[in-house]
């Protein structure tokens, strides 16, 4: 069970640390180490944000209470972060909106149905992924930029994946206070699903770690090859760009 208890002092110095460039899943004893760290990071937040005026108090102990929630597995408590006309769409289900609390619980009930050791994380100790906030037109919003991992219901009899499948996104929140407590109106989430297919592939690390070289590569491949300054492999549009800019064009 998380521990949700309030503790003073940074115990993990690793945070300030960025994840290495190119690495799509840290092992999960990582990310869970960074959880008091970020919350720490969270409060300073909520200082600094109260100081200057803005209504956040408190919602250092909610991002606690959130986090918790989805490393117990427990829709309940879930639920209980939620505001009673909630919200929620996500990217890989095409925009699906789900209305309101009970219906959007059984829909994460359903989904542990499938789903072991779920978690729910900060991507690295950055503070490029600390939540960004605004205030715009009387709306508290918050956008969150998490990790993730998980494992399948047949680990136990079919140990595959060998690893828990790990993926990335971002949350938006609306952000509402019912009864002096933070609750979340609406959930828009983005996320990488096709990295945690490939984690389901055979051979899955190299093959992740091949397509992050040919990221790099090809590029640079390109510029090398002369690519960038041939106008007849690029629309109309980009070419006339160019031209506008004077930047000269190679031959075919």
């Not at 209980?80 to 289900?93: A, P, Q, Y």
């Not at 956008?143 to 938006?172: E, L, Q």
Request: with cysteine; hydrophobic share 40%.
């Amino acid at each position: 069970m998380t521990d949700i208890d309030v503790t003073t002092g940074n115990s993990h110095p690793g945070w300030g640390v960025k994840a290495p460039p190119g690495r799509v899943y840290p092992p999960v004893a990582e990310s869970e180490a960074l959880i008091e760290p970020f919350l720490q990071r969270c409060k300073e937040q909520e200082d600094m944000y109260v100081a200057a005026g803005f209504p956040l108090e408190g919602i250092a102990q909610f991002w606690r209470k959130w986090l918790a929630a989805w490393n117990d597995d427990s829709p309940e408590a879930l639920e209980d972060c939620w505001t009673e006309d909630l919200v929620w769409t996500m990217s890989n289900t095409g925009q699906l909106e789900f209305h309101g609390r009970s219906e959007t619980g059984d829909f994460a009930r359903f989904g542990y149905i499938f789903a072991r050791e779920l978690g729910f994380y900060p991507w690295d100790g950055s503070g490029t992924h600390l939540p960004y906030y605004d205030f715009f037109d009387g709306q508290v919003r918050a956008v969150f930029p998490y990790s993730g991992a998980t494992r399948f219901f047949w680990n136990r009899v079919i140990p595959w994946p060998r690893k828990p499948i790990r993926g990335c996104g971002v949350d938006r929140y609306v952000l509402r206070r019912e009864q002096g407590e933070w609750r979340i109106a609406r959930i828009d989430t983005d996320q990488d699903f096709l990295a945690a297919l490939v984690q389901m592939l055979p051979f899955a690390d190299g093959i992740t770690r091949f397509i992050a070289w040919l990221t790099r590569t090809l590029p640079r491949a390109g510029r090398k090859l002369g690519l960038y300054d041939r106008e007849f492999l690029y629309s109309h549009e980009y070419a006339d760009s160019r031209r506008a800019r004077s930047i000269p064009a190679q031959p075919k």
